[in-house]
């Protein structure tokens, strides 16, 4: 007897391939029940990021590909700026940024510290912080995740303002 595909593995399989011929990067594919309904969730990328334009189009395409599969809505985005740092491929990218690490259980009084990635290696996570360099097992880690200064808009919309009067 043929071993049957799992509806995850199917959806994930065809994402993608359809991401890959599009040019697009193929971060994960979930379902994720909500009270609404079952929400079948494909994450993209692309150098300088994904974008709506992106999605619609992706969607298209993927959509009539997906028709075996019972969900009751298709959501197509960006896994953004601040997407969890899961691989060693996601800690690449944020290698030398300002990250947040969360973890399980507090460590000398503290269950959240920030600081620069260093790597992702040995499933350590590897912390510059102003203490210095701190090291998580990933086995204690909760959450890792870039850090997003908005900081730097509202200075950029406050110098556009100035400029303007």
Do not use: W
């Not at 359809?18 to 990067?25: K, R």
């Not at 609404?36 to 990021?49: F, M, N, S, T, W």
């Not at 899961?86 to 990218?93: C, I, L, P, V």
């Not at 890792?144 to 509202?154: E, G, K, M, N, Q």
């Amino acid at each position: 007897m043929a071993k049957k595909t799992r509806p995850i593995e199917y959806a994930e399989a065809i994402s993608e391939k359809t991401a890959q011929s599009m040019g697009f990067e193929h971060l994960e594919t979930v379902f994720d029940k909500e009270p609404a309904g079952v929400y079948l969730r494909i994450h993209l990328d692309k150098p300088g990021g994904i974008t709506l334009d992106d999605c619609e189009v992706f969607h298209k395409a993927v959509q009539p590909l997906l028709e075996q599969v019972d969900y009751d809505f298709l959501e197509v985005c960006s896994a953004g700026l601040d997407r969890p740092i899961k691989t060693e491929r996601d800690a690449r990218k944020a290698a030398g940024h300002e990250v947040e690490i969360k973890l399980f259980k507090p460590r000398d009084g503290s269950k959240e510290y920030n600081g620069i990635l260093s790597k992702l290696e040995n499933d350590t996570f590897y912390l510059q912080t102003a203490q210095g360099e701190l090291t998580f097992p990933r086995k204690e880690v909760a959450l890792a995740r870039r850090t997003i200064d908005l900081s730097v808009l509202d200075q950029a919309q406050t110098q556009t303002e100035e400029e303007t009067q």
